[in-house]
């Protein structure tokens, strides 16, 4: 009877593991009232930036004074509801902090390995997020500038062409392809909305992340030699990114 039952549970359901891109808040203090206020600030010309993606919430980087205050996790689950985020999880709680978001209802999350040591970029102003800019399906949005940490473009409904470097830390998002005429050290998503056809092109491959469709590769996996530091593009192939050199 027992094997019976296990039979039929094994026909409708699985578990397996699975890795999916998540949007990290990296909260630098605990003061629930000044994270709402910088929230608004930030957010106020992008009401609906985040489309309600889950994201987590990452403790790691609290100053030692900040950490040591108790957190109100529910308070702060409806800060980021309003910002049209879904939070998830947490990650770099103390056993104080993780018992208070469990009670919450969010799950505890490990922290990512450390990212590879990189050269120091030149000082850069407070993070910002630069909106997003809606553009007609299958039209082109140009940033001729310089992308520095903190700032994030999103092409919503076509591509995006950077001329300028995109610094470790800085994000081009698009619908479609992105397209970097210049080194592309920071993150790159194509196909944000699941096109599977989206590419990535870069004259100069270094990026922190790569992402199409959702399927992504990190900084921590290194870059093949053929296509590490020169031009490439990304694209999928049987559900797997692709990296190839651009020659010619």
Known sequence: MADASAARARAVFEFK???LPLVAVILKTADLSVLTAALDAQLADSPDFFEQEPVVIDLSQLP??????????RKLRTI????QTQPVAVRGADARHAQ????????????????PARPPEPPSPAPQIVREVPVPQGGTLLIDRPLRSGQQVYARGGDVIVT??????AEVIADGNVHVYAPLRGKAIAGARGDTGARIFTTCL???LVAVAGVYRTSEVALPADVAGKPAQIRLQDDKLLLEAITG
């Open 17 to 19: 593991s699975a890795t």
């Open 64 to 73: 030692e004074d900040e950490a040591a205050r108790s957190i109100d996790f």
């Open 80 to 83: 980021l509801a309003r910002h």
């Open 100 to 115: 208070a978001a469990r009670a919450a209802g969010l799950a505890i999350a490990a922290l990512p390995s450390p990212a």
């Open 164 to 169: 300028g470097l995109v610094s470790f830390g």
């Open 206 to 208: 270094d990026a922190q």
